[in-house]
């Protein structure tokens, strides 16, 4: 059974950072995709970046890019969010997520066939 397990999530004034991490467990697939979404209140949820495992190849939502990084410690089956630049509208609850098989698109969710309980993650003006 996969389990997904996010951390890192908490306040922090507008341009500060922060770095989420996603620990995985019981993942037996060789190649698959992980994702981070969020969730802000009264929205719908979207994706944020994503990780193929097969040639670490990684995308980001537009509203990210250039601020946040996602990566993968195999050693340690962690998945990272490093968000940098934080700004207000950044305030929603981040979830990741694991896709196997890993196509269909980085964004569609019903592709992902395990989810984390969530992190929030508010930033202050």
């Known amino acids: 059974q996969v389990q997904l397990v996010e951390s890192g999530g908490g306040s922090v004034q507008a341009g500060g950072s922060l770095r989420l991490s996603c620990a995985a467990s019981g993942i037996t697939y060789r190649n698959y995709r992980m994702g981070w979404f969020r969730q802000a209140p009264g929205k719908e949820r979207e994706g944020v970046a994503a990780f193929y495992t097969d040639g670490g190849i990684t995308y980001y939502a537009d509203s990210v890019k250039g601020r946040f990084t996602i990566s993968q410690d195999n050693a340690k089956n962690t998945l990272y969010l490093q968000m940098n630049s934080l700004k207000p509208e950044d305030t929603a609850m981040y979830y990741c997520?694991?896709?196997?098989?890993?196509?269909?698109?980085?964004?569609?969710?019903?592709?992902?066939?395990?989810w984390g309980q969530g992190t929030q993650v508010t930033v202050s003006s």
């Open positions: 997520a694991i896709a196997f098989p890993p196509y269909g698109g980085s964004w569609r969710e019903e592709k992902y066939n395990y």
